[in-house]
């Protein structure tokens, strides 16, 4: 069964036109984790008439790529074989692109199948080009930059296979590079299987804050992959600077709970 994991917070005017594009894609499921949300999201949820729609409401916020963690454990409980990552605010044209990522898993043995944000390389900013250049060194030292470039599962739709995901476990997809390097080390099959620009996902525009935490969430989460991949002691810093972002608001203690029930 393909389940479409769905991290929605604060997207009463995004999620309904988000959710009619996935019920489009071959997916069986759709599994929406309303996240600690303080708008009519959900309404806008209960409104989609589908059965192929299913909700898992926290009243508090689980922070960054938590709820796909969540969502992912709810769905294996539920008998998925194949899981799909879309954030909620995504309104672009990617029912092409899911369907790309549910082809190469269900059919073509891929276990960890990514999204090409970068298709064409333009102008960034000094932000964008030193978190490119994190990414790009994680996928150096991992040995994979020429296969999958700066994709990494923190960026862009992406699924992965039942076999790979009982191997890395439900808590690295709360920090999605470090998901990235425990499939390497558990010689999963990963590949970019799709490609769309980072604006054609058409993501809600945040502020100039917001992209900065963002960004050194990611940051520190490449980091944090990399000391993984080298067999040293988790860390998030990197030349002296310690790089959190959100990484501080994620509620793992939730995730325990939801992970022992």
Known sequence: MIYTIVPARNVENR???????????????????????MDNTLQRILDIKSDRVDILNFNKPLGLDVPRAVGAYTAYKEGASTFVFVDGDMIGNIEKNINEIITDICEKGVDMALTDCYPQKGKNSNMARILLAFRRQLNIELGIFDKIGYAIPSHGPHGLSKKILEKIGFRSLAVPPVSLALALMFCGNIKVSTKISDEDLKSQVRDEFHAKQIANTIIGDCIEALSIFRGDRRKRGFDGEKFLGYHKNRRFDILDIVLDS
């Open 15 to 37: 999620i309904d036109k988000t959710l009619k594009i996935l019920l489009k894609t071959k997916t069986d499921r759709i599994l929406a984790v309303v996240n600690g949300c």
